[in-house]
């Protein structure tokens, strides 16, 4: 599945955040095939498995010290809304009606029923609460996961890959396997596709998410904003990438799914999710008309060649409807008894016949409401049950408030708007939302829309020494960044030697100057792309290392971009991946600086491409078709740059200092006399190589850029970059103050 859908083979994360995402990758795989997880046993399983998902990432977390990719304060409304819902669910479940003589629950022939707590069906009740419980651990975690752009968008073609697979099914267990549920045959909704679930409508809202999905990233536009649109001629949202390919393919194979399903609500919100994206599409298009008019015609096929028992099934619509009213309306008397208490979460199949007449079918049994709004409202009463409904309404308006308000419409932002307006509606006249697998699949793309909006700028707090404190000064959270403290800062020194036609592009970069070496320090040469070689490489470090105590550095000489195939994922490990016991400083090189300048559009940073920077664009995910259009600089590039590539990968580039400076040690990219014919721009590495080589006692310079076959040491410059983009060697230096040099490698 990852080179279907794009995940590179090692992605960007940490190890405890990749195990996160495959662990809800699982559960996302797993939930629907049980009859939808819509068994009491189910929900107990799967409120255990997040609740050991949910211990074992806080404990992580702790142990690393990290920070949690969303921080919950973002979410504080929401998470007290949340809390409510929770404990008056385990308010419901108490005896603690005993308190004021027990609980009278009157049935419409006038007997009475005696209950201790404030539940018809405590045991139904706690089964809620399990369920509650469960969506939020798993929304919160989700958050976590989709705080990465390029695994929101993994997770997010997983999701399409999971739904089609369920509408083949679907598909197949129909006409080939005499109209079964696994392979059970069924007793209700013979002739329509069910899936692994017992009931149409809550397959038909299942596909509908993942339709809605596929087709946010079908029409994907031709420019970012409304502000490029008059410029922009084109509109290449439906060019033929392999990537857009399997996902039409399967989008065509959902709508037939959903058609099949012969749902009439649950098409209508299908239909209405799918047209909100195609509205939010719109708005970032200038030539619409083949989506008027395609669009509508290859729908209309559709449903001709498939929808036929569903036009049967809208003939009949004027005597669903009365029946269902009917019901409704014993509903509300239900609400009008115990307006602010409710029956219980969860008994509505046990509380509506005290209020079954003969305005609905007394030869039906109704287990549930067929109004999620009414079952909130029926089971925990009109204040707390609309706090579900209020907390999904928060969240899209928090999504759509971050979204519109930075003018950018992403995919998964697209999605999760047009899949709340199906649920919205379809949860007036249904009850696919409380179906489990159904609220996991909404829960996972609006948590992924929303952390990949909302994720925290804070960067790792390295593990140092017990001596020090865990909190971060304003100095130390300067030095993890890479950025030099206030008081480095003034120390540091602006180059001599700068391009005329940068100077007002590329920034000055700060200096780190440092009175003396830790207890060690090895210095990388450049990585060049290659995630595997620095992953290895830091394992020998920290075992080496682990002999010596104090404080120990790793220091990145430059260029650990471009060129390899893997450059996205080596930032992210640097910023997110830092070793126990380590702090770890990097220092610019010149494609880091080519790539910055990229970013700001100085003139002629297109050049950039040629020197590792097309692969470097690959690596975020971006296709060869996409690449030209950015080198071009068609009106979408802007778009196809900022939904890829992380905003904080660039404010990282912009950031690099420009050299490490101690008394007796530099470490910087670039030695003395290099040639500087591919970037300029460094030319201060340079300048300050030659002012500390007229010292009487030169410091010992340690640097890469210019690939050697081993450590080369000539004079006072110590040249460790071994070319590990294509000799598969990436080497390091081991400095400890008064001991021999050492080197260590690692070959692929």
Same mark, same amino acid.
Request: hydrophobic content about 45%; overall charge positive; proline content about 4%.
């Given at each position: 599945?990852?080179?279907?859908?794009?995940?590179?083979?090692?992605?960007?994360?940490?190890?405890?955040?990749?195990?996160?995402?495959?662990?809800?990758?699982?559960?996302?795989?797993?939930?629907?095939?049980?009859?939808?997880?819509?068994?009491?046993?189910?929900?107990?399983?799967?409120?255990?498995?997040?609740?050991?998902?949910?211990?074992?990432?806080?404990?992580?977390? !702790?142990?690393?010290?990290?920070? =949690?990719?969303?921080?919950?304060?973002?979410?504080?409304?929401?998470?007290?809304?949340?809390?409510?819902?929770?404990?008056?669910?385990?308010?419901?479940?108490?005896?603690?009606?005993?308190?004021?003589?027990?609980?009278?629950?009157?049935?419409?022939?006038?007997?009475?029923?005696?209950?201790?707590? /404030?539940?018809?069906?405590?045991?139904?009740?706690? &089964?809620?609460? %399990?369920?509650?419980?469960?969506?939020?651990?798993?929304?919160?975690?989700?958050?976590?996961?989709?705080?990465? *752009?390029?695994?929101?968008?993994?997770?997010?073609?997983?999701?399409?890959?999971?739904?089609?697979?369920?509408?083949?099914?679907?598909?197949?267990?129909?006409?080939?396997?005499?109209?079964?549920?696994?392979?059970?045959?069924?007793?209700?909704?013979?002739?329509?596709?069910?899936?692994?679930?017992?009931? $149409?409508?809550?397959?038909?809202? !299942?596909?509908?998410?993942?339709?809605?999905?596929?087709?946010?990233?079908?029409?994907?536009?031709?420019?970012?904003?409304?502000?490029?649109?008059?410029?922009?001629?084109?509109?290449?949202?439906?060019?033929?990438?392999?990537?857009?390919?399997?996902?039409?393919?399967?989008?065509?194979? /959902?709508?037939?799914?959903?058609?099949?399903?012969?749902?009439?609500?649950?098409?209508?919100?299908?239909?209405?999710?799918?047209?909100?994206?195609? %509205?939010?599409?719109?708005?970032?298009?200038?030539?619409?008309?083949?989506?008027?008019?395609?669009?509508?015609?290859?729908?209309?096929? %559709?449903?001709?060649?498939?929808?036929?028992?569903?036009?049967?099934? !809208?003939?009949? %619509?004027?005597?669903?409807?009365?029946?269902?009213?009917?019901?409704?309306?014993?509903?509300?008397?239900?609400?009008?008894?115990?307006?602010?208490?409710?029956?219980?979460?969860?008994?509505?199949?046990?509380?509506? =016949?005290?209020?079954?007449?003969?305005?609905?079918?007394?030869?039906?049994?109704?287990?549930?409401?067929?109004?999620?709004?009414?079952?909130?409202? *029926?089971?925990?009463?009109?204040?707390?049950?609309?706090?579900? &409904?209020?907390?999904?309404?928060? &969240?899209?308006?928090?999504?759509?408030?971050?979204?519109?308000?930075?003018?950018?419409?992403?995919?998964?932002?697209?999605?999760?708007?047009?899949?709340?307006?199906?649920?919205?509606?379809?949860?007036?006249?249904?009850?696919?939302?409380?179906?489990?697998?159904?609220? &996991?699949?909404?829960?996972?793309?609006?948590?992924?829309?929303?952390?990949?909006?909302?994720?925290?700028?804070?960067? $790792?707090?390295?593990?140092?020494?017990?001596?020090?404190?865990? *909190?971060?000064?304003?100095?130390? $959270?300067?030095?993890?960044?890479?950025?030099?403290?206030?008081?480095?800062?003034?120390?540091?020194?602006?180059?001599?030697?700068?391009?005329?036609?940068?100077?007002?592009?590329?920034?000055?970069?700060?200096?780190?100057?440092? =009175?003396?070496?830790?207890?060690?320090?090895?210095?990388?040469?450049?990585?060049?792309?290659?995630?595997?070689?620095?992953?290895?490489?830091?394992?020998?470090?920290?075992?080496?290392?682990?002999?010596?105590?104090?404080?120990?550095?790793?220091?990145?000489?430059?260029?650990?971009?471009?060129?390899?195939?893997?450059?996205?994922?080596?930032?992210?490990?640097?910023?997110?991946?830092?070793?126990?016991?380590?702090? $770890?400083?990097?220092?610019?090189?010149?494609?880091?600086?080519?790539?910055?300048?990229?970013?700001?559009?100085? =003139?002629?940073?297109?050049?950039?491409?040629?020197?590792?920077?097309?692969?470097?664009?690959?690596?975020?995910?971006?296709?060869?078709?996409?690449?030209?259009?950015?080198?071009?600089?068609?009106?979408?590039?802007?778009?196809?740059?900022?939904?890829?590539?992380?905003?904080?990968?660039?404010?990282?580039?912009?950031?690099?200092?420009?050299?490490?400076?101690?008394?007796?040690?530099?470490?910087?990219?670039?030695?003395?006399?290099?040639?500087?014919?591919?970037? *300029?721009?460094?030319?201060?590495?340079?300048?300050?190589?030659?002012?500390?080589?007229?010292?009487?006692?030169?410091?010992?310079?340690?640097?890469?850029?210019?690939?050697?076959?081993?450590?080369?040491?000539?004079?006072?410059?110590?040249?460790?970059?071994?070319?590990?983009?294509?000799?598969?060697?990436?080497?390091?230096?081991?400095?400890?103050?008064?001991?021999?040099?050492?080197?260590?490698?690692?070959?692929?």
């Amino acid at each position: 599945m990852d080179s279907l859908i794009g995940e590179p083979t090692k992605g960007p994360l940490t190890k405890h955040h990749s195990l996160l995402k495959y662990l809800m990758l699982a559960v996302l795989i797993v939930s629907p095939i049980p009859l939808g997880s819509n068994r009491p046993l189910f929900w107990a399983l799967w409120a255990l498995v997040m609740a050991c998902i949910m211990t074992w990432y806080m404990i992580t977390v !702790y142990w690393v010290q990290t920070v =949690p990719r969303v921080l919950t304060h973002k979410f504080s409304v929401v998470g007290v809304m949340f809390c409510i819902v929770l404990i008056y669910m385990g308010l419901q479940c108490l005896p603690i009606g005993g308190l004021w003589g027990g609980v009278a629950f009157s049935t419409q022939s006038g007997n009475v029923i005696a209950s201790g707590s /404030l539940s018809l069906t405590p045991g139904d009740t706690w &089964l809620s609460f %399990l369920r509650w419980a469960t969506y939020g651990m798993f929304f919160y975690l989700m958050l976590q996961t989709g705080a990465r *752009s390029q695994r929101a968008r993994y997770f997010l073609k997983a999701i399409i890959v999971i739904t089609s697979i369920q509408a083949l099914y679907a598909l197949f267990a129909l006409t080939q396997l005499g109209d079964t549920v696994l392979f059970i045959p069924k007793t209700d909704h013979l002739g329509n596709a069910t899936g692994t679930f017992t009931n $149409r409508n809550s397959l038909a809202t !299942y596909l509908s998410l993942g339709a809605i999905l596929a087709l946010s990233f079908v029409i994907r536009p031709s420019e970012a904003t409304k502000k490029n649109r008059r410029h922009s001629r084109t509109h290449s949202f439906f060019s033929p990438h392999p990537d857009k390919v399997w996902v039409l393919v399967a989008l065509v194979f /959902l709508i037939v799914g959903l058609l099949t399903t012969q749902s009439r609500m649950g098409v209508v919100s299908g239909f209405a999710g799918l047209l909100t994206v195609l %509205l939010l599409r719109m708005s970032q298009m200038t030539n619409v008309r083949f989506v008027f008019f395609a669009g509508p015609l290859v729908i209309a096929l %559709l449903v001709v060649l498939f929808g036929a028992g569903l036009a049967d099934r !809208y003939i009949d %619509l004027s005597s669903a409807f009365d029946t269902r009213f009917g019901v409704y309306n014993q509903i509300l008397n239900m609400i009008a008894d115990r307006p602010l208490t409710g029956f219980g979460a969860g008994s509505f199949e046990h509380a509506f =016949p005290l209020y079954h007449g003969l305005e609905a079918p007394t030869n039906v049994v109704w287990g549930r409401a067929h109004s999620t709004y009414l079952a909130h409202w *029926s089971e925990m009463g009109l204040i707390v049950g609309s706090l579900p &409904l209020l907390i999904v309404g928060l &969240l899209a308006w928090k999504l759509i408030k971050q979204t519109f308000g930075k003018n950018r419409l992403r995919t998964e932002v697209i999605a999760a708007i047009g899949a709340t307006v199906t649920i919205a509606l379809h949860s007036l006249f249904d009850f696919s939302m409380e179906i489990q697998a159904v609220v &996991l699949l909404y829960l996972a793309i609006m948590a992924i829309a929303l952390g990949s909006q909302m994720a925290t700028k804070g960067k $790792r707090s390295p593990r140092t020494g017990s001596n020090e404190q865990a *909190s971060k000064t304003l100095g130390d $959270r300067a030095v993890s960044r890479n950025q030099s403290p206030h008081m480095l800062t003034e120390n540091s020194i602006k180059s001599k030697e700068r391009r005329k036609n940068a100077q007002d592009h590329v920034s000055v970069r700060p200096r780190l100057h440092f =009175p003396k070496l830790p207890s060690a320090v090895y210095a990388i040469g450049d990585v060049h792309g290659r995630l595997d070689l620095l992953q290895d490489l830091e394992a020998k470090i920290v075992h080496d290392a682990s002999t010596f105590d104090g404080e120990k550095w790793i220091v990145l000489l430059g260029d650990f971009v471009d060129r390899g195939p893997q450059s996205a994922q080596v930032i992210e490990h640097i910023l997110y991946n830092l070793p126990a016991g380590f702090k $770890r400083f990097c220092i610019a090189g010149n494609h880091e600086v080519m790539m910055q300048s990229f970013f700001q559009k100085v =003139p002629g940073s297109n050049r950039w491409l040629g020197f590792g920077g097309e692969e470097t664009l690959r690596s975020y995910g971006l296709s060869g078709h996409e690449i030209e259009q950015i080198a071009k600089g068609d009106a979408s590039s802007d778009y196809l740059l900022s939904s890829q590539v992380p905003q904080e990968h660039v404010d990282f580039l912009k950031n690099l200092p420009d050299a490490l400076v101690t008394p007796k040690h530099i470490f910087l990219h670039i030695g003395m006399d290099e040639s500087y014919s591919i970037a *300029s721009e460094v030319d201060f590495a340079a300048s300050l190589s030659r002012q500390e080589s007229h010292a009487t006692d030169p410091a010992l310079i340690i640097h890469g850029h210019r690939v050697v076959s081993e450590p080369s040491l000539q004079g006072h410059q110590l040249n460790i970059d071994t070319g590990a983009y294509e000799t598969g060697c990436l080497t390091a230096v081991r400095i400890i103050p008064n001991e021999e040099l050492l080197f260590l490698d690692t070959k692929a």
